[in-house]
């Protein structure tokens, strides 16, 4: 006789940061150095299938804010005084994405370490240029809205998760905290008559609740 195996279901929530940038060609880096990590949050729900005690797979629908930072600065002398002047540029693009991951559990009933990976999915919704002027002090942020489709931006977003956690059981309330790292595939933009092309890439650090359905 084939053992049965019942697959257990729980549903969740989790909210989090996210620390993204590009990865750039060397031409580009060269070009325009400095691309630095822009910090932001994503939210998302999650639906965990437990397949026996130790292996779960998930599939996940979240909203991540991407993007990367640049800062730009120099000196002037003005009155035998240096002064900085120069500005911070901000590109922000909002994202749904759909990732599904391979999950292992290790531990008992109480703590659980786990490791996951697998493909993600995302799109790119709209996105935005934040630009900070800075002469002596910063100005306010100016806000311009981006329009992906006349800028040639590839909406379409193929990624590899990787992800390590911790998962506790509180009186069956699943709680865990959680770090990841995405690693984009798709060449989002192709710089005209370069050939230069960037690539997303992040880290988050997560935390969730999830239940099980009855």
Do not use: C
């Not at 620390?19 to 325009?32: E, I, Q, S, W």
């Not at 009933?109 to 799109?123: I, L, N, Q």
């Amino acid at each position: 006789m084939v053992p049965t195996v019942h697959a257990q279901v729980a549903l969740g929530l989790k909210t989090g940061a996210l620390f993204n940038t590009v990865r750039v060609t060397d031409g580009l880096d060269a070009l325009a150095p400095d691309f630095s990590y822009a910090a932001r949050f994503t939210v998302g729900g999650v639906a965990e299938i437990n397949i026996g005690q130790y292996f779960a797979v998930q599939p996940e629908f979240n909203y991540a804010q991407k993007g990367f930072r640049r800062q730009e600065s120099e000196g002037v002398n003005i009155g035998n005084m240096e002064v900085p002047i120069g500005a911070t540029a901000t590109f922000r693009t909002h994202y749904l994405e759909l990732p599904v991951l391979a999950k292992l559990k290790i531990g008992n009933e109480t703590v659980k370490a786990y490791f996951a990976a697998g493909p993600s999915v995302g799109y790119a919704a709209d996105a935005q240029l934040i630009t900070r002027p800075r002469l002596f002090f910063e100005f306010d942020p100016i806000r311009t809205d981006i329009n992906l489709g006349n800028l040639g931006y590839e909406r379409w977003e193929f990624s590899g998760v990787g992800a390590a956690g911790v998962q506790f059981n509180l009186n069956g309330v699943q709680w865990y905290l959680e770090g990841r790292y995405v690693h984009g595939f798709t060449e989002l933009y192709d710089f005209p008559l370069i050939n230069e092309k960037i690539l997303n890439r992040g880290v988050s650090f997560t935390t969730g609740v999830m239940l099980p359905l009855q």
